[in-house]
């Protein structure tokens, strides 16, 4: 059965803090890896990765992936109130490729 | 439409009473999904839909659930005799194509269930 493990689960820094949040899984037919925040119900969508070592990168979030190691990570840096979210890592998995598999989240609180 | 809209936002339902959810995706996109995300949990698969194609329904978690797509556009997610077990945000999202090939569905903002 496929598996996403994101950890933290929860975390709380200062404005203008860097964090990173973890994202591990075990898929039997890796494709993908996304990224979504999600602040109050509907998730948005941040990053796809696919390829190992290779950093995504909008404005203060980037995001890299380790298809040796399994696992991908999301840095924030110089955090701002606004990055308050839950973040859902998620893989494809099944035999087509419209599944997603989720992990349970990170909840960021970011305070002034 | 310009997004993925649901209705209701919220419903509050007594146990033992159906509830109907609707989505309405994003006019063009061929797929649709409903997912769940109970309290402390990953959003959890249900229900696919793509174009004429039959769905997988592999994720309905037991036979009082069952969702239909009309005319390849709307959706409507049916919970018969609801328990309180179904209290969730039920999540729609709709894309293009696969969504390993995409780049991510497009999400709803959810309809929060709650079976009292």
């Known amino acids: 059965e496929d598996k996403v493990v994101q950890s933290p689960l929860s975390l709380v820094v200062h404005e203008g803090d860097t964090v990173t949040l973890n994202c591990s899984y075990e898929?039997?037919?890796?494709?993908?890896l996304l990224w979504y925040k999600q602040e109050k119900k509907a998730p948005t969508f941040l990053f796809m990765l696919?390829?190992?070592?290779i950093e995504k990168k909008s404005g203060r979030l980037s995001s890299i992936l380790d298809k040796k190691e399994l696992f991908s990570i999301l840095n924030i840096t110089a955090t701002q109130t606004g990055d308050s979210a839950v973040y859902l890592c998620?893989?494809?998995?099944?035999?087509?490729?419209?599944?997603?598999?989720f992990g349970k989240g990170t909840k960021l609180s970011v305070i002034p | 439409g310009a997004g993925v809209s649901q209705s209701p936002s919220n419903k509050v339902t007594e146990k033992g009473k159906d509830v109907e959810l609707r989505c309405d995706p994003i006019?063009?996109?061929?797929?649709l999904y409903w997912y769940r995300q109970s309290l402390g949990q990953g959003l959890e698969f249900l229900i696919y839909?793509?174009?004429?194609?039959?769905?997988?329904k592999s994720g309905l978690p037991s036979d009082r659930f069952s969702a239909e797509r009309t005319g390849g556009s709307v959706s409507t997610l049916t919970i018969q005799r609801t328990q309180q077990e179904d209290s969730a945000v039920y999540l729609c999202?709709?894309?293009?194509?696969?969504?390993?090939?995409?780049?991510?569905?497009?999400f709803g903002s959810g309809t929060r269930l709650t079976v009292v």
């Open positions: 006019s063009g996109h061929t797929a």
């Open positions: 999202a709709s894309s293009l194509g696969q969504v390993g090939g995409q780049g991510g569905y497009t």
């Open positions: 839909f793509q174009g004429n194609s039959a769905p997988d």
């Open positions: 898929v039997t037919n890796f494709r993908s």
């Open positions: 998620a893989v494809p998995s099944g035999a087509g490729s419209y599944q997603l598999t």
């Open positions: 696919t390829s190992s070592g």
